[in-house]
């Protein structure tokens, strides 16, 4: 039996109901057709049969990136990595076909999305079809979260398609949260620092085991005069406030070559290690950025943003810091 499902941000499988960061609900217009845009990110989980599905999407914004397709949309159809690119300023059809007759069980995300004036740009996921569809909410009760700058967010579609990322997911079915950067630089990272916290707990909310993976800065560390480790240690001791908080991962910034000025690299290697001292919570692991054997020739792309051997390093060092 064949069915068509029409999706709604409430329907994600992470438990985000909040349709826009940071503003409020609302729509936006593409191609003629009223769309609710969707949260960074979001993943809707679905059951189905045969031997293709197909998802409805509008794009209104391309999203730049330095690693993979941040423009795609992603599909893990029994725990294997697809990913196709909407057409800008349309409304369209996705085919993800080649598939055995199943069962299924597939999770799609929006891809990187960004924040365009009040409301979020870039996929927005509307509706799927195909043969017996379910939606399957994830009761698993292990989340990750993981939050960061540009480059967080950039290599956000490496993950799925690496043995890290399936290691993680592995761990973490279902439920791998990303959170952005609410702005490239981290001068405008550290200076929203409430509406970080809400979107901490947002992101861990309804799972009863949380680990965070917390690299804010790791790459966009410009333009700060001042010491940011009471900023880090509000965001550090936010997280332990979350229930079912297990575990921190705390990556130190990371070496570059371009956007320079305000304070060094040992600087801020020195703030974030100082606020996790301060908090000295047993759940808090740091990472040494300078110590994970990143290149600044092979391992960059433009001095600044990690390519995808240099984000596997990284992977693989959360990997370590999680105990996967």
């Given at each position: 039996?064949?069915?068509?499902?029409?999706?709604?941000?409430?329907?994600?499988v992470d438990g985000i109901s909040a349709t826009l960061i940071p503003a409020s609900?609302?729509?936006?217009?593409?191609?003629?057709?009223?769309?609710?845009?969707?949260?960074?990110?979001?993943r809707w989980r679905f059951t189905c049969t045969g031997t293709s599905f197909r998802v409805q999407v509008g794009r209104d914004g391309p999203t730049s990136g330095?690693?993979?397709?941040?423009?795609?949309?992603?599909?893990?159809?029994?725990?294997?990595?697809?990913?196709?690119?909407?057409?800008?300023?349309?409304?369209?059809?996705?085919?993800?076909?080649?598939?055995?007759?199943?069962?299924?069980?597939?999770?799609?995300?929006?891809?990187?999305?960004?924040v365009g004036g009040s409301i979020m740009v870039g996929n927005h996921v509307l509706a799927i079809a195909g043969t017996n569809l379910a939606l399957a909410p994830v009761s698993s009760p292990r989340r990750l979260v993981l939050f960061g700058d540009s480059e967080m967010c950039a290599s956000s579609t490496l993950l799925g398609a690496t043995d890290v990322g399936s290691l993680l997911r592995a761990a973490y079915p279902g439920r791998v949260s990303f959170g952005d950067?609410?702005?490239?630089?981290?001068?405008?990272?550290?200076?929203?620092?409430a509406n970080l916290t809400?979107?901490?707990?947002?992101?861990?909310?309804?799972?009863?085991?949380?680990?965070?993976?917390?690299?804010?800065?790791?790459?966009?560390?410009?333009?700060?005069?001042?010491?940011?480790?009471?900023?880090?240690?509000?965001?550090?001791?936010?997280?332990?406030s979350v229930p079912g908080v297990n575990r921190i991962v705390v990556m130190?910034?990371?070496?570059?070559?371009?956007?320079?000025?305000?304070?060094?690299?040992?600087?801020?290697?020195?703030?974030?290690?100082?606020?996790?001292?301060?908090?000295?919570?047993?759940?808090?692991?740091?990472?040494?950025?300078?110590a994970i054997g990143l290149n600044l020739g092979s391992d960059y792309v433009d001095g600044l943003h990690q390519n995808d051997g240099g984000c596997l390093k990284?992977?693989?060092?959360?990997?370590?810091?999680?105990?996967?």
């Open positions: 039996m064949s069915s068509f499902l029409r999706l709604s941000p409430a329907d994600c609900a609302t729509t936006t217009l593409i191609a003629g057709v009223r769309v609710t845009p969707a949260t960074e990110m979001a330095v690693n993979s397709n941040p423009n795609a949309v992603l599909a893990y159809v029994d725990g294997v990595y697809f990913q196709q690119t909407p057409t800008l300023n349309a409304v369209g059809w996705l085919t993800f076909g080649g598939l055995s007759n199943g069962p299924h069980t597939v999770e799609i995300s929006n891809g990187q999305g960004g950067s609410m702005g490239g630089a981290t001068a405008t990272q550290w200076s929203n620092a809400t979107r901490l707990i947002r992101h861990a909310a309804g799972a009863s085991v949380v680990d965070f993976a917390y690299w804010m800065g790791v790459n966009d560390y410009i333009g700060q005069t001042a010491s940011i480790q009471t900023v880090v240690t509000s965001h550090l001791n936010a997280m332990l130190t910034p990371v070496p570059k070559s371009v956007e320079t000025g305000g304070r060094t690299l040992t600087q801020y290697r020195g703030d974030v290690t100082a606020a996790v001292a301060a908090v000295a919570s047993p759940k808090i692991t740091l990472i040494d950025g300078t990284s992977f693989a060092a959360l990997r370590s810091g999680l105990g996967i």
